[in-house]
């Protein structure tokens, strides 16, 4: 296999991601959160296979864009499907487990890589996925429907109670409250924004709708915040600035690597709830922000490969108590259950375009201004970035989507003396 091939069958898979993060929205809105995860499993299972059984570089090709279809759905889908099937107090633990599942995807496959990345055993690591794809459609049958998207059709609030009758139990009183609450968000956002009830949200209309400005600002910013950070080119270049500084440990860099991710991401879920969304991110940027412009000093002095270390792991560890997690755990509580899915959509689209970006431009980057200024660079950005974040993301940790909305995404929650919700003409405060 050429570079150039290698190239293109890397590429396919963020291609593919494209593709199924901007049919995202159709197939969740059309078919359900629950069904629309037995055709990712199916999608990811079936590329898995034909990559683990290429007999060319073509059907790898095709394996990796199938494969990435499916997980350019399932990454806009599962984040909304926990947001909707667990309490709010847990949202932002809860909401974490879909970045830690990715991050030890990640080390699993690491680990299984140091073994298996021979000529005879390559296509074993591959058809793990086939193995995975059908345990997750072995165990989906077990899953619920989202009770909370079900509560948005007409004529399925029973379907809706027994859901979450079946996600909180009893008693059923606590269960009809809950969703009766839901449905008082849904009306009152109605008459908030004068929008028809159970109005299809296209991305055109996310796109270009007044109402949906803000939270598609705020999507944008907690997206390119995580690309352009620089985490790929920190890990990228992990192993062979470490390795000078850890040369009988060289093989495993990137294992340890992923292992400090992992132990930082579940800090997250635990803190998650705990100090906030805006708290983690604010301190997750500025944190990165501190390490890049260290790394970028230290890769430019002499004798620093200590420090290089150190700030390696310091920005890794900073990256997954927010900006790892908090870009795609926030979108089901920036905007209403009906535009949820477009809003995944919408944002996992510009997270892989500006990962496209990064990763095409780093290169030519570093031959024109040097690796270590490209590191100052990205510092440069998170700061900016940082600053954006300090006056317009809104803490959503313990608030619904339409308080948000009625505060038009104020930063401050209604403790605050500095809240100041909107009026609707024919409702009273809220």
């Known amino acids: 296999m050429s570079d150039g091939q290698y190239s293109l069958v890397v590429a396919l898979l963020t291609a593919g991601g494209l593709v199924g993060a901007l049919s995202a929205s159709f197939v969740s809105d059309r078919y359900g959160r629950r069904q629309s995860l037995f055709g990712t499993s199916v999608l990811m299972g079936l590329g898995s296979l034909v990559m683990s059984s290429a007999a060319s570089v073509t059907g790898l090709m ?29 949202r932002g633990f809860f909401g974490v487990f879909t970045q830690l599942a990715v991050v030890i995807g990640i080390l699993v496959s690491q680990i299984a890589g140091l073994s298996w990345s021979t000529p005879a055993a390559w296509r074993a690591i591959l058809a793990v996925g086939v193995l995975l794809a059908l345990v997750q459609l072995t165990l989906l049958p077990f899953c619920t429907d989202s009770p909370r998207y079900l509560a948005t059709i007409p004529g399925s609030l029973n379907r809706a109670k027994a859901s979450l009758f079946k996600l909180r139990g009893p008693p059923m009183e606590a269960v009809e409250a809950e969703i009766a609450e839901w449905r008082e968000e849904q009306d009152g956002h109605i008459v908030a924004t004068a929008e028809p009830a ?15 400005r803000r939270p ?36 495993l860099i990137t294992v340890y690597i992923s292992v400090v991710n992992l132990i930082m991401t579940i800090v997250s879920a635990y803190l998650m709830d705990r100090s906030g969304r805006r708290t983690l991110f604010l301190a997750s940027a ?54 949820v899915s477009v809003a995944g959509s919408i944002s996992l689209a510009s997270n892989m375009s500006s990962n496209f970006v990064v990763s095409a431009g780093f ?68």
């Open 286 to 339: 500025s944190g990165m922000a501190f390490m890049s412009v260290l790394l970028g000093w230290s890769l430019g002095a002499d004798g620093q490969e200590m420090t290089s270390a150190v700030a390696i792991i310091g920005f890794v560890a900073a990256f997954a108590i927010g900006l790892g997690p908090i870009p795609f755990l926030i979108i089901p509580e920036l905007v209403e259950t009906q535009a």
């Open 363 to 430: 290169m030519t980057l570093c031959d024109w201004i040097g690796l270590h200024r490209t590191f100052y660079l990205f510092g440069c950005f998170l700061v900016t970035l940082c600053v954006i974040a300090w006056y317009i993301l809104p803490e959503t940790k313990g608030r619904s989507a339409d308080e948000l909305i009625r505060s038009n995404y104020s930063i401050y929650s209604k403790s605050s003396s500095y809240y100041q919700p909107i009026f609707s003409p024919t409702t009273s405060e809220v």
């Open 216 to 251: 598609l600002a705020l999507l944008l910013l907690v997206q390119l915040s995580q690309q352009f950070s620089g985490i790929n080119a920190v890990i990228f270049y992990s192993t062979s600035i470490l390795s000078p500084v850890f040369p009988e440990y060289c093989d």
């Open 198 to 212: 159970r109005q299809q949200v296209s991305v055109m209309r996310f796109l270009t709708a007044p109402q949906y």
């Open 62 to 90: 095709v394996g990796r864009f199938v494969t990435g279809m499916g997980v350019g759905i399932v990454v806009v889908v599962a984040p909304a499907y926990i947001a909707e099937c667990v309490p709010k107090a847990s």
